[in-house]
């Protein structure tokens, strides 16, 4: 029999469990501040008739991606809320943000979701959204496009259009709002009470956009906001169910969050899209550093991922000892994407290096071997 790998062996790990920097598998260290407020909100909020919108924000490498996709995964268990995952652009440019941001979030709801759909729902809603419940209908019936229609991948020739029933493809924001509307509707009808939607990469909008697209952006999201109670759009009494209603987490590099809040600021004086935004906004949730407690927790938790069997559970700090742990705190100064990258590179070193317990005084080696320079290795 062959004897076992280095990393097996002596460091009881299958493979490198730091090397993927940006997993968004792994368990959350830390946080628990965070995690109160953002169930507080969705307690206080599932279900109301308002909307909501929350700003998640926090330096590069402090996990927003990750804190996003946690809250996703948490409200995966409850039957009453449908959460789903979105980036705040599209990878292709488009004029129409509007158009395209619904698109997406109707991308990312299940398919049987939208099966569950209630047909005498559905033909209620008919007479305020005549063509979004044709398309509602067609899917629920099993009629072919009807998806294809919603998520906009594909251009919708005039046959399709012909047999659906209707005149206009979602072409407007306008348009793409009744669809959205319509939809809520129907989701309060299947006891789905809010729709959860977690939007990565706000801070985008500021390097891929200027002047009037960025208006155009915090325009919409007031109107989406606004949503349940626009003037614009139907006014439904008869429905047997309240809609379901939008709960949204924007994920912000804490520049981009300043940026909005400067913008705001200057609209005090001149009138503009952040100021009747940002007065709709729940309190923001600000992604902290992690504290030394933390910053062993999160190595724990990456070296469990990936523990070969029987591997001793009373020693989880294996191959990395405190005084790495002490050290590597000091140079991320609780960045837990720093954290993540710190580890990696040494236990890719000590492996080639063949070193059984990895201590400060080897990252300190292997930092400056890599050219990471700090105060202490340049003085």
């Known amino acids: 029999m062959a004897e076992k790998p280095f990393i097996e062996k002596i460091y009881n790990l299958t493979q490198n469990p730091f090397a993927n920097w940006v997993d968004p598998n792994v368990e959350m260290a830390g946080r628990k501040k965070e995690r109160r407020q953002w169930e507080d909100i969705v307690r206080r909020r599932k279900g109301g008739h308002t909307n909501v919108m929350c700003f998640v924000y926090g330096d590069y490498g402090f996990g927003k991606t990750l804190t996003l996709n946690k809250i996703v995964e948490e409200y995966e268990k409850d039957s009453e809320i449908l959460p789903v995952f979105i980036k705040m652009l599209s990878e292709d440019r488009t004029p129409k943000f509007g158009v395209d941001f619904i698109h997406r979030i109707f991308q990312k709801v299940p398919e049987k979701v939208f099966k569950k759909f209630n047909l005498d729902h559905i033909n209620l809603l008919a007479k305020y959204f005549p063509e979004p419940a044709k398309i509602f209908a067609c899917i629920v019936l099993g009629g072919e496009g009807g998806l294809d229609f919603l998520y906009g991948q594909r251009t919708i020739s005039a046959a ?19 669809y959205l509307l319509c939809f809520l509707y129907l989701l309060g009808g299947i006891n789905r009470k809010s729709l959860l939607v977690a939007v990565d990469e706000t801070e985008y909008v500021f390097s891929q956009m200027s002047g009037a697209a960025i208006a155009q952006v915090f325009n919409t999201l007031r109107d989406l906001f606004d949503l349940h109670t626009s003037p614009a759009l139907p006014s439904i009494s008869d429905f047997p169910n309240q809609p379901a209603n939008m709960i949204f987490f924007f994920g912000i590099s804490t520049s981009g969050w300043k940026q909005i809040s400067d913008l705001g600021k200057r609209e005090q004086s001149k009138s503009g899209p952040v100021q009747p ?12 550093p992690l504290n030394k407690n933390e910053t062993r927790d999160l190595i724990e938790k990456r070296l469990r991922k990936d523990r070969t069997t029987g591997s001793p559970s009373e020693k989880p700090l294996i191959p990395y000892d405190e005084t790495f742990v002490s050290y590597i705190f000091d140079k991320s100064l609780g960045n837990p994407s720093e954290i993540v990258k710190f580890c990696d590179f040494a236990l890719e070193d000590g492996l080639t290096e063949k070193v059984k317990i990895l201590d400060a005084v080897f990252a300190k080696k292997v930092f400056a071997d890599r050219g990471l320079i700090f105060d202490e290795d340049s003085a």
Do not use: N
């Open 160 to 178: 399709e259009m012909q047999k659906f029933g209707i005149k206009h493809k979602i072409s407007s924001t306008d348009i793409a709002k009744k």
């Open 277 to 288: 935004l940002m007065r709709r906004l729940e309190k923001e949730i600000e992604l902290q």
